[in-house]
């Protein structure tokens, strides 16, 4: 996390205790001057109203503008908002995926309720209090936009007389031998569902049991160690089966069985072993016996680094894939999956088999858990960047009503996001609904459901031949 985003938590946690001593002040004056049953009285209706409008980890200035470089080739050009309805200054340009920078304000309202814009069919939400430059994402909505007909209208917001349409050209990847890098069993589904479903040469690569977390599983009677083994062994098969859904066949998936939070450690001490921090095994070779292929690790079976980057250089040269869908290192700040990146870069530098190019994807933001932010089905604009990325190229493609019920479906398959919320969450998504308006799918309560399933799949592309 960078050094401005610590200052803006260190900022957060600072304001939140001095408005709980300001509060604590107030409630004693009250009970003191008006009574002490006003006291409990006030306190419910503080929770509440910290559940509906302030429950959101955003450790960033919604009036902060988003900062995005683009590579210097792009294609732009101005528009203008008349009527409702974004006009071009020239012919549209060629290009696929299509994201319109333009400057968002909020109303009162929008400070109250999630404020979005609604472009021709599509809706796509903002951060309460938005003030400032954001990016709408406009892909499939080419044919509307050179007709002069897509309309757009901001909802408890305003958006300005104004914008650059940033037009960005790719081939269809999907037609091209992909490989997806899956840090956990379920990774490959949130991100990419629509790319690898669409694929006829498709590989999936997990570089995880994800066994760790697993005390749902203690309820069966299992100690903590047997619990984690079972989730293990649970999200291993996960990884292996589910893709079928998609039409990628089980001998075009691996299972590498590295453990959950060590692989930034691995890769510190790359020829040290890291075990599972929960389930007592250090032993990779428990959950590869249904991969379709021999790898370096198999010899002898160690969670090391040595041996995760000669088994993803097996998996290049064997599968031979054109272009690799792996985490974006900068955006997403799961350790385990700016590891995976990691060895995957240090893979393809030690393989003979050189992929094109990789696609990276966000699963996980430093500091908005809502992103995409809005309800399923709706676009994904482009998330938060309060400090600039690498300016890479973005691949947008859209998914149709279909697909995104069959990804819905393939994450109802996964064991993680599988079961119910627990009290509070349920009690807080039922505030939110009746005071802030947001609503949930009802495909499944894991906020996945809410935040993967969309009109758009969204990556970066960074070209490796360059």
Same mark, same amino acid.
């Given at each position: ?9 260190? $900022?957060?946690?600072?304001h939140k205790r001095m408005f709980l001593i300001a509060f604590l ?84 309202? *929008?400070?109250? &309720? ?5 472009? *021709? ?14 990016? &709408? ?7 509307? #936009? ?11 917001? $305003? ?28 990774? %490959? ?17 997990? +570089?995880?049991?994800? !066994? ?7 309820? +069966? ?6 619990? %984690? ?16 859904? *998609? ?13 959950? #939070? ?8 790359? *020829? ?39 088994? &993803? ?113 349920? #009690? ?18 894991? !906020? ?9 799949? #969204? ?8």
């Amino acid at each position: 996390m960078s050094a401005r985003k610590q200052q803006l938590l260190k $900022t957060h946690r600072r304001h939140k205790r001095m408005f709980l001593i300001a509060f604590l002040i107030a409630l004693l004056a009250t009970g003191f001057w008006l009574g002490w049953w006003l006291v409990p009285v006030l306190l419910v209706l503080a929770w509440v109203a910290h559940e509906a409008w302030f429950a959101d980890h955003l450790f960033y200035r919604a009036a902060d503008d988003y900062q995005y470089n683009f590579p210097a080739d792009t294609a732009r050009q101005a528009v203008s908002l008349s009527g409702g309805v974004v006009r071009l200054d020239q012919p549209l340009a060629n290009g696929e995926t299509l994201l319109l920078e333009v400057e968002l304000k909020t109303t009162w309202l *929008g400070r109250w &309720l999630d404020p979005y814009v609604e472009a *021709g069919n599509d809706r796509q939400d903002f951060e309460r209090g938005v003030k400032g430059r954001r990016f &709408l994402n406009l892909s499939g909505q080419a044919t509307a #936009l050179s007709e002069g007909t897509l309309t757009l209208r901001g909802r408890h917001c $305003t958006v300005g007389a104004s914008g650059t349409l940033w037009v960005m050209g790719n081939p269809d990847y999907a037609q091209r031998r992909v490989m997806v890098i899956a840090p956990h069993a379920d990774d %490959a589904e949130l991100a990419a569902f629509g790319l690898y479903s669409r694929s006829t040469e498709a590989s999936i690569v997990t +570089l995880t049991q994800g !066994e760790i977390e697993a005390e749902q599983y203690q309820r +069966l009677g299992l100690d903590k160690a047997e619990a %984690a083994r079972l989730k293990g062994r649970l999200r291993s098969w996960d990884s292996l089966t589910i893709p079928l859904w *998609g039409g990628v066949p089980a001998n075009r998936c691996v299972q590498l069985g590295y453990y959950c #939070l060590q692989l930034p450690a691995m890769a510190e001490e790359p *020829g040290k072993p890291f075990g599972s921090r929960e389930s007592g095994e250090s032993d990779v070779r428990s959950v590869r016996r249904h991969n379709p292929l021999t790898l370096a690790g198999d010899a002898d079976g160690a969670p090391t680094w040595h041996n995760l980057v000669a088994d &993803l250089q097996a998996m290049f040269e064997h599968f031979r894939p054109e272009v690799i869908v792996t985490p974006h290192p900068e955006l997403d700040p799961h350790s385990d999956h700016v590891a995976s990146t990691r060895a995957v870069l240090e893979a393809i530098a030690a393989s003979a088999w050189k992929p094109a190019t990789l696609l990276m994807y966000a699963n996980h933001l430093h500091d908005n858990d809502r992103w995409p932010m809005g309800p399923a089905g709706g676009g994904i604009a482009l998330p938060p960047a309060i400090e600039p990325l690498p300016a890479d190229r973005l691949w947008s493609p859209v998914l149709s009503a279909e697909v995104q019920l069959d990804k819905a479906m393939a994450l109802a398959m996964e064991h993680d996001l599988q079961g119910s919320q627990g009290f509070k969450r349920q #009690l807080r998504r039922v505030i939110q609904q009746v005071l802030a308006g947001r609503r949930w799918p009802v495909t499944g309560s894991n !906020e996945f459901f809410r935040k993967a399933v969309r009109r758009h799949e #969204l990556f970066w592309v960074r070209d490796l031949s360059e």
